[in-house]
């Protein structure tokens, strides 16, 4: 008969260890390409969204180009964010995993995302330790991400994208909390111009309406700007502002338009854009307002 290896005690725990280690990542893995599935089941790009930030409430980001490159980076938990970071400056890595800016810009691709997720739990399946304070913080990262592909979930249930005439305006709220009888939502608001020629921003029209769909407040539709802004977009740039509204119930809708004006382009002393050549509004998609378990102390310390 064949003799048997005889394996020492210590190996054997090892050996256990790993079996039971990469179970588990093999079970976080599928549960990420799960969530991954879920998100890309309805559209064939994921934007993907950032929570508004209530501390941000009034403010603008001024304008700036779209990266989803660099929300990816926000939007992953440190340790894997660091990760797909360095991938992104390996121009083989970064050609692999399709991590181009301007492949990226409206989204990613259900396997694009397969394909970061790949890697990173290859990454650390080839990196491994027999140190159980390292494989419970692999575990936990891991667990992470799966978090961050459920917060994802959440928040595009309370977001819309719409498009009119190359405009792009995307909106995403959040609840904050309930107040003297009212509940309060901040929402963010982006715009995209993906046109050829400049526009501007010269007015806007909101219509908020609670859960039992009666009006509870409105904006009139040529109402100057978004507070206190009129911005000048340039074929390619972005503009992105906080604000939020309260209703009488826990959940609602909000939709509206921006008044806009297409430039011809043409620099002059008097318009460094343009002149105005047409008006047009820009719709924006109706977006949930729902209240959530978010943590009330976000509106706190936004008003402290």
């Known amino acids: 008969a064949r003799s048997r290896i005889p394996i020492c005690d210590s190996c054997g725990a090892v050996l256990l260890g790993r079996m039971k280690g990469n179970l588990v990542s093999r079970t976080l893995y599928r549960s990420v390409l799960r969530e991954i599935r879920a998100l890309t089941r309805q559209k064939p790009l994921l934007y993907i969204v950032q929570k508004p930030d209530a501390k941000r409430w009034g403010t603008d980001r001024g304008i700036y180009r779209d990266s989803q490159v660099e929300v990816l980076h926000a939007f992953l938990p440190p340790a894997a964010a660091k990760l797909v970071a360095r991938w992104h400056e390996d121009p083989a890595k970064r050609k692999e995993l399709g991590l181009d800016h301007d492949i990226c810009q409206q989204g990613f691709m259900r396997e694009q995302l397969f394909g970061i997720a790949r890697a990173l739990f290859k990454h650390q399946d080839s990196t491994s330790t027999t140190e159980e304070e390292d494989k419970e913080e692999r575990v936990e990262e891991a667990f992470a991400v799966l978090r961050t592909l459920a ?9 819309s994208c719409q498009t009119t005439r190359e405009l792009r305006v995307r ?3 959040t609840f ?5 009888g009212k509940y309060i939502f901040c929402y963010r608001i982006s715009i995209h111009n993906d046109g050829s020629l400049p526009v501007q921003l010269k007015g806007r029209h909101w219509e908020i309406r609670d859960e039992h769909g009666n009006v509870a407040g409105s904006v009139p539709k040529g109402s100057p700007g978004v507070i206190g802004k009129t911005p000048f977009l340039r074929p390619g740039q972005s503009f992105e502002y906080h604000s939020g509204v309260e209703l009488p119930t826990p959940n609602g809708t909000m939709a509206g338009s921006f008044q806009m004006v297409v430039l011809d382009g043409e620099r002059r002393e008097d318009a460094e854009y343009g002149k105005e050549i047409e008006s047009f509004d820009a719709l924006v998609g109706p977006f949930l307002l729902k209240q959530s378990t978010t943590n009330a102390s976000d509106l706190r310390s936004s008003r402290s």
């Open 151 to 159: 917060l994802q979930s959440q928040i595009q249930l309370c977001s």
């Open 176 to 180: 904050l909390m309930p107040e003297s």
């Open 171 to 173: 909106a995403t709220s």
